[in-house]
């Protein structure tokens, strides 16, 4: 029964920053890794970032030092800094976690981030 909560988001202008945040709840197995993911309107979910639970981190191109990624496995949480927005990063931002051996997902409900000026 796990369940994912994420908070943040909101309107920022562009070249403004925001922190996004994702508690887990419920039984959480060993080996696993957590992530963010968006939705921008008229795309397919992609990849933003995702952070294992010994700290590797790994980041899409585009967001790379723009995004910083970042876990407090004794908190379950998972947070996402995102500086620099662009227009293009609107989207409805996912946080994920993933079972390593069971390959099973896990999703937040998705927080939208409106870029605009």
């Known amino acids: 029964q796990v369940q994912l909560v994420a908070s943040g988001g909101g309107l920022v202008q562009p070249g403004g920053s925001l922190r996004l945040s994702c508690a887990v709840s419920g039984r959480i197995f060993s080996g696993n890794y957590m992530g963010w993911y968006r939705q921008a309107p008229g795309k397919e979910r992609e990849l933003v970032a995702t952070i294992t639970s010994g700290g590797s981190k790994n980041y899409a191109d585009y967001v790379t030092g723009r995004f910083s990624i970042s876990r407090a496995n004794a908190k379950n949480t998972v947070y996402l800094q995102v500086n620099s927005l662009r227009p293009e990063d609107t989207a409805v931002y996912y946080c994920?976690?993933?079972?390593?051996?069971?390959?099973?997902?896990?999703w937040g409900k998705g927080n939208l981030v409106t870029v605009s000026s």
């Open positions: 994920n976690l993933r079972h390593i051996v069971t390959t099973r997902d896990y």
